[in-house]
C-alpha cells in the first residue's frame, strides 16, 4: 500500500471527508429502492444494508488482504508487474499503519460498499436477498481488492508512468474504475445471468414499462449522493492523486459542476424528447455526471468538468433508451448507463484534457482492462456463483413481489397494490 | 453467442498489453492500444447480441 507522508491537517481533513461518503452509499440505496416496485422496496433496502455488512466483513476477513503491501511482481519484457496485494491478514497492525495507509483502508472499506450496491439495484424486483450478499461477498473478496491493488496500491496500472512513461500512471482519484466502473459491469453480468424482470420483454411488440415506485426516495437519494461524492472525491484527491490542500477547492467545484451540467442536459434532453422533463432520467443524469467526476475532478479544470458532466448528461438518458428499448438489457436502476458509462467516460475524459503526455493512453490501458479483463473475470465469477446460490426467484415469488416473499410483509402494508396486468 | 463474445474481449486486453511490452514508440503502441479496444468492443456486442435473442426468446 502506498505509505505517502500525509500532514496532521490533511490526516483531519480527509478522515472528516471520508465520514461524509457514506452518505453517497445512502443516496444510491435510496435510489435502488425508489426505481424498484413497491412490493419488493423493504428487501431492496434491506438487501442495501445486508450489502454493506456483507462486503465490510468479507473485505476484512479476505480482500484487504490482498489489497496493500509491497505486492507479487512478475517480470515481463524487463518490467515489473505488480499484480497482487501482500497485505497484513485479517486486517491485522491496523493501528501501528502509517496514516496515509489507515485512510486508504477506510476508504476502501467504503468504497467496496458502493461497487457491491450497484449491481444490486440492477438486480431489483427478482434478485434473491441471500444471492445479493453472495455476489457482494464475492466482489468484496476478490475481483475489487485486485482492481483496486491495481489502482490504488501501486499495482501495474498506477505503475504505467514510471515503467512506460504513460504520463502519471492510471490515474482515478475519486474511484471511477475501482468503484463505479466495477459497480456497473457487474451490474451487466448480474442483469445478463438473471433475466429480465417477468413481463418486461413480451415475445412480441414492445418492452413493458415497470417505472419505479417512488421519485422522493430517488431525488431525496441524489442530494444524498451528492454530499457523499464531495466527500469521496476530495478525500480521493488527497490520497490517490497527492493534489495539495490548497486545490482542494476546485475538485469539490468540479464536483459539483459536472452533476450540475449532466442534470440540465438530461432535463434538456427528455424535456425535447418527450415535452416535459423526466425524473427519474434526470436523476440518472445528475448521478452520471457525479459519477464521470469520479475520475477527473481533481485533474481537469471547472470548464472542463462542466463539459464532461453536459455530455454525461446527453448520453445517459440515450443510452437508457437504447438499452431496454433496442438491446433488451432490463435495468430497474439503470445502473449500467450511470455507473459503466460514465465512469468509462469520466476516466477517458481526464486522458483527453490532461496536460502530461501518454495520459490518455495510460487512461485506454484502464478501460481496455476493466472491458476486457474485469467484465469476463466478474461474469464468470457471477455465472458460477449462480449455480450454487440461484440469483433469480422463483416466478411466484415475482408475482406475489419480493416483501411478501422473502421477508413476509410488505413495506407499505396500508397500501392497496393494484393488479399487474403484465401477467395476464 | 454470449460467451463467445465474453471469450473475445480477454484477447482484446491481451492485444492492448502487447502494445505496451512490444511498441516503445508512442505512436505504434497507441494504434496498437486503440486496436485491443476495438476488439473489446466487438466482442461486447456480439455477447449484447447473444442476450438480446436469449431474453426475447425466452419473452418472461
Not at chain 1, 65 to 76: M, N, R, S
Not at chain 1, 213 to 231: D, I, M, P
Request: with cysteine; aromatic share 8%.
Amino acid at each position: 500500500m502506498n505509505s505517502t507522508p500525509i500532514t496532521d491537517a490533511a490526516f483531519a481533513l480527509c478522515l472528516a471527508l471520508l465520514l461524509l461518503a457514506p452518505l453517497a452509499i445512502a443516496g444510491v440505496a435510496l435510489i435502488n429502492t425508489g426505481l424498484g416496485r413497491c412490493r419488493s422496496a423493504a428487501q431492496a433496502l434491506l438487501g442495501n444494508l445486508a450489502i454493506v455488512a456483507v462486503t465490510a466483513i468479507a473485505f476484512a476477513l479476505v480482500g484487504a488482504t490482498w489489497i496493500g503491501g509491497a505486492g507479487h511482481v512478475i517480470q515481463l519484457a524487463d518490467r515489473p508487474w505488480n499484480w497482487l496485494g501482500t497485505g497484513s491478514y485479517l486486517v491485522g497492525g491496523l493501528s501501528a499503519a502509517s496514516a496515509h495507509a489507515q485512510l486508504a483502508l477506510l476508504s476502501e472499506f467504503l468504497a467496496v460498499a458502493l461497487a457491491a450496491l450497484i449491481p444490486w439495484g440492477s438486480g431489483a424486483d427478482r434478485l434473491r436477498l441471500t444471492a445479493g450478499c453472495a455476489l457482494a461477498a464475492v466482489l468484496a473478496a476478490t475481483v475489487f481488492p485486485l482492481l483496486a491493488h491495481w489502482v490504488w496500491g501501486g499495482g501495474w496500472l498506477s505503475q504505467l508512468g514510471v515503467n512506460f512513461s504513460l504520463g502519471a500512471g492510471f490515474l482515478d482519484g475519486g474511484g471511477a474504475a475501482t468503484v463505479q466502473v466495477l459497480g456497473g459491469l457487474s451490474a451487466l453480468a448480474v442483469v445478463w445471468i438473471a433475466g429480465p424482470r417477468r413481463g418486461k420483454f413480451p415475445k412480441e411488440g414492445l418492452s413493458t414499462a415497470l417505472p419505479g415506485h417512488n421519485a422522493v426516495y430517488v431525488l431525496f437519494g441524489c442530494l444524498l449522493a451528492l454530499v457523499g461524492w464531495l466527500g469521496w472525491n476530495v478525500a480521493g484527491a488527497l490520497l490517490w492523486l497527492h493534489v495539495p490542500l490548497s486545490a482542494l477547492p476546485v475538485t469539490a467545484v468540479n464536483t459539483l459542476l459536472s452533476a450540475a451540467g449532466s442534470l440540465v442536459a438530461t432535463f434538456a434532453v427528455t424535456r425535447f424528447r418527450f415535452g416535459k422533463p423526466d425524473a427519474s432520467l434526470c436523476a440518472n443524469g445528475w448521478l452520471a455526471g457525479l459519477v464521470a467526476s469520479s475520475a477527473c475532478a481533481g485533474i481537469v479544470t471547472p470548464v472542463e468538468s462542466l463539459f464532461v458532466g453536459l455530455v454525461a448528461g446527453i448520453a445517459t438518458p440515450l443510452l437508457v433508451e437504447l438499452l431496454e428499448l433496442a438491446l433488451s438489457i432490463d435495468d430497474p436502476s439503470g445502473a449500467i448507463t450511470v455507473h459503466a458509462v460514465g465512469g468509462l467516460w469520466g476516466l477517458l475524459a481526464a486522458g483527453i484534457f490532461a496536460t502530461q503526455p501518454g495520459q490518455l493512453v495510460a487512461q485506454l490501458v484502464g478501460i481496455a482492462t476493466l472491458l476486457g479483463l474485469v467484465l469476463p473475470l466478474v461474469y464468470l465469477l457471477f455465472w458460477l456463483l449462480n449455480r450454487v446460490v440461484p440469483f433469480r426467484v422463483d416466478a411466484d415469488g415475482e408475482r406475489i413481489g419480493m416483501d411478501l416473499h422473502e421477508l413476509g410483509g410488505g413495506a407499505y402494508p396500508e397500501f392497496v397494490i393494484h393488479r399487474d396486468e403484465s401477467y395476464r | 453467442m454470449k460467451y463467445a463474445g465474453l471469450l473475445v474481449m480477454p484477447a482484446g486486453f491481451f492485444l492492448t498489453i502487447a502494445a505496451l511490452v512490444l511498441f516503445p514508440d508512442a505512436a505504434p503502441r497507441e494504434a496498437f492500444v486503440l486496436c485491443g479496444l476495438a476488439v473489446e468492443c466487438l466482442g461486447l456486442a456480439v455477447a449484447v447480441r447473444g442476450h438480446m435473442e436469449a431474453a426475447r426468446g425466452e419473452g418472461r
